[in-house]
């Protein structure tokens, strides 16, 4: 509105920075007047310095610059730079203005820039490609600080220490390394991003089983990183990527593309300038041994945590806690399948619910589920409608044959406290 941050400040009496979305901020008459903005019927801007065309856009949950650009055939950076946006962060209900008369040269630039990166199709770009990443590993560097430790630089810049030699007993790789000394995603923060109050407990609660936003745990050889632990060898890794690329193209290009992890046709590949086992191109398995012997890799996917972690996030929703909540659960007194959300439904129970699918997969949660609720409902006194969820977790945490499951369930029940336990299940 060409007024200083100090102009509207004074104006509305704004204590701090913060201002929310649908909150009514008054400009200054007089810096509002010599703007000399014209407004079209169609509701473009015509901006008096550049007489570039502009219309409004408001976000929506699950908006991103990469997705609104997408759909509005503009680049990340023309929208950033007509809406002064020096940081990938939207929020829903914030107005953006889009550039109308750049729409005609982004679609033959971008088509092609598209063309160089996906598929490589010559053997030049290829090339090209791999002497990029090569150089760019060296921009990390990795000492050895322990018997079993390492310490990662960026730049001479220290990230963190990793360790491999793990002492569990779910280890099967001595190489597989460890962190998780990152930062924590907590209730406020998921609550900060739009999602409701059982959302924000479910997916903080399984946090703190699982790991901090920049976690790598590759000593069980399924190659997990993340707050929820997305793995390379289940897949849950590669939805993540994919869900990061549509919503958050410049960290997928700059933590991952840059160091030759991308998506291809749906698929993790990983390209290795040095070669691996004859291969210059990784997929499969291969992926997940490369990523384990080449520590120059692991302060990317550090880097990318910590910079990705409303996208993992809104990926956790959608792997795991809406498929859960949609199970269809057979239960031996019931002639129709029960939806799960339907026995799950109060702030502790969509706990245990997401919690199961995390530590067990979907299926593996509908599995321990099912067999819990017929082994419980087998006895006349207990009924469904008269069941509290605390009830129904509490069976689990002493039935359960798996030993991470009772603890879990366990500390849920611990950490919630019966006195906000008290929904019944309809």
């Given amino acids: 509105n060409n007024v200083s941050i100090d102009e509207i400040i004074k104006a509305n009496s704004i204590k701090g920075n913060l201002i929310l979305p649908g909150q009514k901020i008054k400009i200054p008459a007089k810096a509002a007047i010599s703007q000399q903005e014209v407004v079209s019927k169609n509701n473009s801007v015509a901006n008096n310095r550049t007489k570039q065309l502009f219309r409004k856009h408001i976000v929506k949950r699950g908006e991103s610059l990469y997705k609104i650009a997408r759909l509005e055939k503009i680049t990340v950076s023309e929208l950033m730079k007509a809406n002064r946006i020096v940081d990938n962060f939207l929020y ?11 729409q005609i040269q982004y679609s033959s630039s971008n088509r092609r820039s598209t063309e160089k990166i996906l598929g490589f199709r010559s053997r030049v770009n290829s090339e090209s490609y791999l002497k990029r990443i090569s150089k760019a590993k060296k921009e990390f560097q990795i000492l050895k600080s322990g ?19 793990v002492p569990s007993k779910f280890a099967v790789r001595k190489d597989g390394v460890q962190y998780n000394n990152g930062s ?39 190659g997990s990183f993340g707050f929820i632990q997305f793995t390379i060898k289940y897949g849950s890794f590669t939805k993540f990527v994919s869900l990061l690329k549509d919503n958050d193209y410049i960290a997928y290009e700059k933590y991952l593309v840059k160091y030759g992890i991308v998506l291809e046709n749906g698929n993790l590949v990983v390209y290795t300038p040095e070669g691996y086992k004859g291969y210059t ?16 890799l692991y302060g990317p996917l550090i880097l990318l945590g910590e910079n990705t972690k409303a996208v993992q996030v809104e990926s956790a929703v959608q792997q795991y806690m809406n ?25 502790i129970g969509v706990a245990a619910l997401t919690d199961l699918s995390v530590k067990l997969g979907v299926n593996g949660a509908k599995a321990e589920i099912e067999r819990a609720l017929n082994q419980y409902f087998s006895h006349p006194a207990n009924q469904l409608k008269r069941t509290t969820n ?22 849920l029940l611990t950490q919630y406290g019966t006195n906000q336990l008290l929904g019944v299940v309809s």
């Fill in 281 to 296: 191109r990784l997929t499969g398995n291969l992926v997940i041994d490369y990523i384990i012997k080449t520590k120059s």
């Fill in 92 to 102: 829903p209900g914030q107005e953006l203005i889009i550039p109308v008369n750049s």
């Fill in 323 to 347: 498929p859960a909540q949609n199970l269809q659960l057979s239960l031996n007194n019931f002639q129709y399948p029960v939806k799960a959300s339907e026995v799950f439904n109060t702030s």
């Fill in 147 to 165: 018997s079993n430790t390492y310490d990662l630089f960026n730049n001479s810049r220290y990230i963190a220490t990793v360790k491999d030699n």
């Fill in 184 to 222: 924590k995603i907590n209730y406020g923060y998921i609550k900060s991003l739009g999602y409701n109050e059982a959302t924000a407990l479910a997916l903080s609660f399984v946090s703190s089983n699982e790991g901090s936003a920049s976690a790598l745990n590759f000593y069980d050889g399924a």
């Fill in 390 to 411: 605390y009830q129904l977790i509490k069976f689990i945490a002493s039935s359960s044959s798996n030993e991470l499951v009772r603890k879990r369930m366990q500390k």
